[in-house]
C-alpha cells in the first residue's frame, strides 16, 4: 500500500521496539498505528518532494510507551476544532476520525497525544502508560 501510493516513499523504522508490552491490547496498537501510518502518507501525497520519508519510533520508558510519527508536511496552517485536534480535510462519515480514535485509545492507558508541526514536518506522538 505505501508504495504504491508514494512510489518514491520509504518508511523509517527508528528506535521501534514494542517488547515488554504485551499487556496492552494488540487492537488499540494496530488502530493507532493504522490510522497514524495512514495519515502519515495521505500528508505526504500532498507534498512535492522527490523522496519522502516517513519515520516511525516506538520505544519504551519505564511504564511509559513513547510512539512518534514524523511525515513530511505542506507547511499549510493546521485548522483545529474545539478539541484541539486537526479539523479533517476528508468528507464526513467514517473519515476523519483517525485522530480522534487516536486519543481515545492514549485516555484509555491514562495517555495523551501531542501534535506538532514545522515548516516542513508533522509530528504525532502518543504516550501511553503501561498497565
Do not use: C, W
Request: no cysteine; hydrophobic share 40%.
Amino acid at each position: 500500500m505505501f508504495s504504491e501510493r508514494i512510489p518514491q516513499g520509504k518508511l523509517v523504522l527508528k528506535d521501534f521496539s514494542l517488547a515488554n508490552t504485551e499487556q496492552l491490547d494488540k487492537y488499540d496498537i494496530g488502530v493507532i498505528l493504522g490510522n497514524a501510518l495512514d495519515n502519515a502518507i495521505e500528508a505526504a501525497e500532498r507534498v512535492k518532494e522527490s523522496k519522502i520519508v516517513i519515520e516511525l519510533s516506538a520505544k519504551r520508558k519505564g511504564k511509559m510507551l513513547l510512539l512518534n510519527i514524523k511525515n513530511p508536511y505542506s507547511g499549510e496552517e493546521l485548522k483545529r476544532d474545539y478539541n484541539g485536534l486537526p479539523i479533517s480535510t476528508k468528507t464526513k462519515g467514517t473519515h476523519g476520525i483517525g485522530l480522534y480514535n487516536i486519543r481515545r485509545i492514549a485516555l484509555k492507558y491514562s495517555g495523551m497525544i501531542k501534535i506538532s508541526t514545522t515548516e516542513r514536518e508533522f509530528i504525532l506522538s502518543v504516550m501511553l502508560k503501561l498497565p
